[in-house]
């Protein structure tokens, strides 16, 4: 069965990091570009990180650069974000897709996607 999954969601105070990841079944991960992408109520689901399949480039949305962190790990066919300095505004359930060809920078191009695992950043 082909998935992905989501997992390292929680509740964090502002300012505090959460590692999120995205594990991988029924295929490997590393012939795939990832995407983290993230969706708060009420909002459109928007983009947050890219990595190409080598891990030789990675790309930030303007609102996360500095702050969140995304590699991978082939050998155990997973990706992270390292996400550190949340703030409120970064409150959304996270998704990670999997994609051959995708356009970075968007949430086209992606054949894969996980359910989702939600970041609450409050005090």
């Known amino acids: 069965q082909v998935q992905l999954v989501e997992s390292g969601g929680g509740l964090v105070q502002p300012g505090g990091s959460l590692r999120l990841s995205c594990a991988a079944s029924?295929?490997?991960?590393?012939?795939?570009?990832i995407g983290w992408f993230r969706q708060a109520p009420g909002k459109e689901r928007e983009g947050v990180s890219w990595?190409?399949?080598?891990?030789?480039?990675?790309y930030y949305a303007d609102s996360v650069k500095g702050r969140f962190t995304i590699s991978r790990e082939n050998a155990k066919n997973t990706v992270y974000l390292q996400m550190n300095s949340l703030k409120p505004e970064d409150t959304a359930v996270y998704y990670c897709?999997?994609?051959?060809?995708?356009?970075?920078?968007?949430?086209?191009?992606?054949?894969?996607w996980g359910q989702g695992t939600q970041v609450t950043v409050s005090s």
């Open positions: 897709a999997a994609g051959v060809t995708v356009i970075f920078g968007t949430h086209l191009g992606y054949d894969y």
């Open positions: 990595v190409t399949s080598s891990g030789g480039a990675t």
């Open positions: 029924g295929f490997t991960l590393e012939d795939y570009a």
